[in-house]
């Protein structure tokens, strides 16, 4: 089988070897893994380094076929656009006319081409992988809702797939929940309550951005503790927000109950998971929120705003305990669950939920869906 991949994420060449984003491209790996022959039509970075949070495809035989940057924002990247677009159309029709299985990753720009460029192949194989927030009542850029919408059209997208975070009501034929995996089989564990009344610990696990609102994180750790609730939060990732996030903890003499460690292998943030009480994402929006699954997974109960497929995921509250993003309510919310609420329970209700998606299950639908006999069960 050929299978044909149309992505945004930027590819980098070393040693004969292409290298992109891991989270992306070990997903990827496992599609590959049951294909004869991979192409891959994406951006080529511009300096072409690997960085660390990089790594590369394990397919045989991989050809990657380069199509130029462009971007729909500003009037300039707009004219640029419109040269270069025939361009990237003619290479995602080439790529497909060979391909036995088309597979488009979306919402990107890539994946817009693509989306068009796949209604002249009604009759081929096709799966798409929409990465990004499927809710209809989300506000979210009209390139985004664009390509949603073709894609969930029976009519404009034929013999096609599309696997979506969540399940939703009341869609499209073609539209398949598909859940997202971190760990394996191997790596499950035995429900083992925990004790409460002591200090409650925190993780967070995620980048250092305004989206994921870590500054607010931080301070609903400060209330809770304010509150007589003591708390301490272990916060794992790195990004723009770090100074600020620094200056604060150290202003306000936090250093006793929030510790920074960085950016951690898998194996130091499994650790942390295993002996904390919650972990906590206040985000702002998430497609698939891979840091409350992966806490769920081992028995921490979510702190978590409503965004994407995250009510659904905790059960509308069985399995977590869901916020609005202000201070004030998220921790008057928190303190009545935490009062009043069964939290062995609830916790054990996660890991119960998160452990049926293993790394081991999602290889297994991805096979499915490539052989053509994929039926979603969630």
Not at 252 to 277: E, Y
Not at 285 to 300: D, L
Request: hydrophobic letters at 40%; proline letters at 5%; glycine letters at 6%.
């Amino acid at each position: 089988m050929k299978l044909a991949i149309f992505t945004l994420v930027q590819h980098s060449l070393k040693a004969n070897r292409y290298y992109g984003y891991a989270p992306y491209v070990r997903e990827m790996n496992l599609w590959t893994k049951y294909v004869d022959d991979v192409t891959v039509v994406g951006i080529h970075k511009p300096n072409n380094t690997v960085d660390a949070i990089d790594c590369a495809y394990t397919a045989p035989s991989l050809d990657f076929v380069a199509v130029p940057n462009f971007s729909l924002l500003g009037v300039k990247q707009i004219l640029r656009t419109l040269v270069v677009l025939p361009i990237v159309f003619f290479k995602c029709i080439q790529a497909m006319r060979k391909a036995d299985h088309i597979h488009l990753r979306c919402p990107s720009n890539v994946g817009l081409v693509a989306c068009f460029a796949q209604m002249f192949f009604p009759f081929k194989q096709k799966s798409t992988k929409y990465a990004g927030n499927w809710d209809p009542n989300s506000n979210q850029p009209w390139t985004y809702r664009l390509q949603q919408a073709i894609v969930r059209n029976t009519f404009l997208t034929r013999n096609m797939k599309v696997l979506v975070y969540g399940d939703w009501s009341g869609e499209t034929s073609n539209i398949y929940p598909f859940i997202s995996a971190t760990y394996r089989d191997a790596e499950r564990v035995p429900f083992q309550p925990k004790d409460y009344t002591q200090e409650l610990v925190f993780v967070f696990a995620g980048m250092l951005v305004p989206g994921k609102r870590p500054v607010l994180t931080v301070q609903f750790i400060e209330q809770l503790n304010t509150r007589g609730i003591p708390a301490r939060l272990e916060l794992f990732g790195d990004g723009p927000l770090r100074p600020e996030l620094e200056d604060y903890i150290a202003k306000h003499d936090l250093g006793s109950c929030i510790t920074m460690h960085g950016n951690q292998d898998k194996t130091v943030v499994k650790a942390a998971l295993l002996s904390s009480h919650f972990n906590i994402l206040l985000s702002k929006s998430e497609g698939w929120p891979k840091a409350v699954a992966e806490g769920m997974f081992y028995g921490c109960i979510p702190v978590t705003t409503a965004v994407s497929c995250v009510a659904w995921m905790v059960g509308e509250g069985q399995r977590g305990i869901i916020v609005l993003p202000d201070l004030e309510q998220a921790v008057n919310h928190f303190t009545q669950v935490f009062k009043t609420g069964n939290l062995n329970t609830m916790a054990e209700h996660a890991l119960d939920w998160s452990q049926q998606y293993t790394y081991d299950r999602m290889e297994a639908d991805i096979k499915r869906v490539l052989a053509g006999t994929f039926v979603s069960k969630v």
